[in-house]
């Protein structure tokens, strides 16, 4: 019953035959080693387990792996650059974004989308874009702060 | 000439970010050992049965299933774990939890049996093919029914479903009810709620019996509790038992506590000579992970100036089926923080703790502080309505007054200091008081109804008895890299760059040197975790005490190379100076290292008294008329909580503390149906507060030193908690104080409040 | 939580996909983003011997223009709906329902068919399409079939599909000219789905009187329905603010309300009228 799949992880390519039903967030952690990305929830409510597959941020834990055949996938550890932090991630730690950093990969993924589509939010925006992903130490308002600065330094990379 | 500016103060960011940031976390489910194997828990069905037999063959007889445990094999082997003993807990026998269920299943979720196997997946399936055969009874689900003494007894072999009784109280309070004015009564239900840490509980269990030692790697809030307890649960104790807490992803005290999974998990990893882990599921966190479960009847004894003077209250709180070690505790500290801030000169608390069919409760952030809250305050505002003054001029009046300090409670508890007038005048300001009451004024018919509450409330930090006493180690090597060693047991409290701070204040060394090591029961011989907010004011106090140690010796070392008195020496930036001649950090621990070989400091510090935080709390709302939902339109809060050692982390706590009790005001609560079934067992159904619906926090601070501990820390883990969820309460009661409705006990949901609006005077 | 061992087909084709179903014989699941079938599974709520990957079968995810109106193909994700410049200038009120659905990662992957065929009673979408006379085209045995959208939510999970029949298309025709559309929702604060939420679409005439009036409702009772007794009041009359909450009074005429622990029957009830009228009255308001 096992299947081939074939996919792209942070540049890397791997082939490994899975059961059908191995969701694509314990190919990640079990499989791969790549336990960046964390389960926080069993009813796909709280987001720690978002990577993007094809550039779109997903719920690890609600997709198989077997889906994922041939797709290009990113994940928490694929996105600083050797030292440089990404800037969301540097938002992160200079805002004070993160306190027991188990949510901490979930958003900072979702949040690559969510400035991606739109580099310049506003509070509501970042907000609602972030619906998704649950953190119980914050209270959000950091990652809000930090996700419009990291937006900020962004812009300023690009101009 | 001015001193080097401390550390103290400074928003420091965090050395423990980036590891978390780049997704290299270690989280228990992250761990992987050779040869390991993964463990799934069978859960009772069935708020209370009788368990005629488990027949685990056919999961025993599947590929890949190592083992599989039940109730039948532990019953005599594994012992119950025993409830922590506490005041209030009399003679009647204590449930105690079993490690697995035998012959009797006592809530929804309780531990029947558990499958070890290969994988996972493998050890779920195995869950599907152990036949468990019930007998369904009768389960106690009101604790108001279950504390009469008629009712049928849930423990067979007990007289009663009351097992505890803890009890406040001074004065003379029928001469306070018999001088009153006015007398104010009212009901209230604080319902039970889940902790819901994102990291979920966790255990991984290695024993290696050549050495005879055991590690447990588990997440914890308190590893040295867990080790003691496994030292003597364990059948065949192990030579050595070192219990781990690697990354924890949040506690918030129901990590507090030592599980039957844990000493499951242990005891098969000794049994099969393997590595076991065990992770739950979310819903497993949910139905196991609670705490709260009140219900109160309050008096209040009140002159027409509005002096309060004297209450009563009546207070039970549901225990559940067992008591785990930290199920007692809350109870204790809701009877005497019902005092609040105020002067109440006559008081009268007793709580009952009874049993029911359902999870063991423990503490969750604020543990008996938001109970107690929402009883003292949400009664002040009903007095302030009942005598039509408004609610902030009566908290004025009731205050105690800040020349009073140190200042004994009807309750028992001595105040250290505060200045409560000063933190509410602030907040007013912040939250636009005075223009919130014009505008309810002149409100638009029809449009949403405005309202804004108040909550004043005070919380004691560093916990009880032995968890005042914390132990530190600092050990400094001849490079000058500086260890300290702490039995505070954080997950995202920051405790790696405040002590550093602390450090660096003491002996010099800069902050990026020091490397602050926890969670790991080797290190220390004793210690109290992380609970009771006591990781600064007892943890970092032991910390300081050892520094102070290091800094003594680092002086006369620096004397030495400068050639001047040990009291001349000024340590700080990263050198030691005198006068004009400094020399590095580095070459100061270095000679010390040439003249002692090893720079070793431990200290061990008792709390003597706990120090008291105060906050003040102001919501806005607007309630929809059409739908009764609640919009949170502004939410400001000032606390005085000490000296603050690193600000942005302090804001942190607050921002997730008041995130919590807005939860807890709106929207969440674990409902059972009578048949004993959690309603809200996912997170589907318990609903824990989002990006979305959250305000941006008005915050400020004041900073009233405690004069009970060497830093002069209060604490702010807890405190925000506390006094959020009341707050909102009381500004949604000022919405709808055009109803008859005096009171609805929370979370607020939209029907809640949509039913009391019908209600319209 | 994991779901139990099952088997696993991607096809190519739809012919492909209901040859797979017609041999497996209702042992079989179509999975399409998988954003309420893979948590059912994972519960164990559902336990299919095979899945079938609707993800791989070429041309069902589009949005086209058909007949002046839309057509959306079943495997289209509400990422793509929102932000289709096309359902914008033909029907603004389906990007702003699909924008409301869930967060961002789940509309990432649900599709339109995925959450019709889900027919979960609190869904949001399925309001708007019993509102907007949607249909609902499908490819079983033999010929295909065009269900209007309102006759094909039966119950709570329950549709007019069978079991070997595979969603391939909606159709949502143009509304008329001067047709204005809101939808009110009230969220759950947990699961943030609908307890209540009522789409309305108000078409005015030059006289400025209602021409033309629907109004879907969700969350209320088992299924998502018309509210026609409130429709046929308010269709040849004027927009009055007596008029619409006369109409809103009868938004939950017929509906067999629900009652559990998101909410009680009458506050349901209450809500269908409340919701209704403020969506009627946006609805006019955008007409304009
Ligand atoms: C966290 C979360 C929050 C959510 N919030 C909301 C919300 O606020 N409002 C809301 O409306 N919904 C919400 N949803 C549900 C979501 O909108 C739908 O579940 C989802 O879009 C279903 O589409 P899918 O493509 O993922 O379907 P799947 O999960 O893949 O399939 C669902 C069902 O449809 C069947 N099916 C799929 N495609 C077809 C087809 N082409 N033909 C026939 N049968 C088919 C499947 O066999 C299965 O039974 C939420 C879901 C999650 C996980
Ligand atoms: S683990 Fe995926 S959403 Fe919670
Ligand atoms: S930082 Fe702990 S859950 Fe978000």
Redesign the pocket.
Known sequence: MAHAVRLTVNGTTHAHEVEPRLLLVHFLRDVLGLTGTHVGCD???CGACTVLVDGAAVKSC?SFAVQADGADIRTIEGLATGEALHPIQQAFWEKHGLQCGFCTPGMVMTLVQVLERNPDPTEAEVRSGIA?NLCRCTGYENIVEAARHAAAAMRAARA | MAGPTPFRGRPLRRFEDERLLRGEGSFVDDMRLPGMLHAAVLRSPHAHALVRSVDASRARAMPGVAAVLTGEDTAGVLPNIAAVRREGMGETPIPEHPVLAHERVCYVGQPVAIAVAEDRYAARDALDLIDVDYEPLEPVMDPRAAARPDAPVLHPGSSSNVVMRTAAGAGDVDAAFAAADHVVRASFEVPRLAAVPMECRATLAEYDAGSDSLTVWTSTQVPHRVKTYLASLLPKAPGHIRVIAPDVGGGFGRKIEVWPEEVAVAYLAQQLGRPVKWAEDRSENIVTGQGRGYTADVEAAVASDGRVLGMRFRMLADMGAYFLTSTGGPPGNAVQRVAGPYAIPAMDVECLGVVTNRVPTGPYRGAGGPEAAVLIERTMDMIAAEIGMDPVELRRRNFIPADAFPYTTATGLTYDSGDFARALDRVLELAGYAEVRKQQRTARAGGPLIGIGVATIVKASGGKANVRNGEARVEIDAAGHVVIYTDVSPHGQGIETSFAQIAADLIGVPPAQVSVRHGDTDMLATGGGTTSSRGLAVGGSAAYLALEQARERLARAAAGLLGCAPADVSLADGSATSGSSSVSFGDVTAAAHREDGALVFSASYTLPANPFAFAAHAAVVEVDRDTGDVALVRFAAVHDIGRVINPMIVRGQVHGGITQGIGQALSEAMVYDAAGQPLTGSLMTYGIPTAQTMPRFLLDQLESPSPTNPLGIKGIGELPTVAAPVAVANAVMDALRGTTTRHIDMPLLPEKVWRALGEMA | MIPAAFDYVAPSTVREALAVLRSSAGDA???????????MMRMRLVNPGLVVD?SRVADLAYVREHDGGIAIG??TT?RTIETSLLVRERFPLLTEVASQ???LQ?RN???I???L??A?P????PALMVAADARIL?RGGGRGRSIPATRFFVDAFTTA?RET????RIVVPAPPARTGGSYQKL?NRA????IVGVAALVTLDAAGVCSRVRIGVTGAGPAASRAQAAESYLAGRAPTEAALEAAAARAGDGIDFTDDLHGSAAYREHLTQRLAFRALSAAVERAG
Do not use: N
């Not at chain 3, 609190?122 to 979408?125: I, V």
């Not at chain 3, 699961?191 to 609908?194: G, I, L, N, R, V």
């Open positions: 009813t796909s409510q609600t998704g | 699941r179509l999975l399409a983003g998988g954003q309420s079938l893979i948590p609707l079943a495997m509400y659905v869930a967060d789940v992957r649900g599709t068919g995925g959450a065929a889900h979960d609190s869904a949001d979408l499908t599909l029949e595979i969603i391939t969220a699961s943030h789905f609908a």
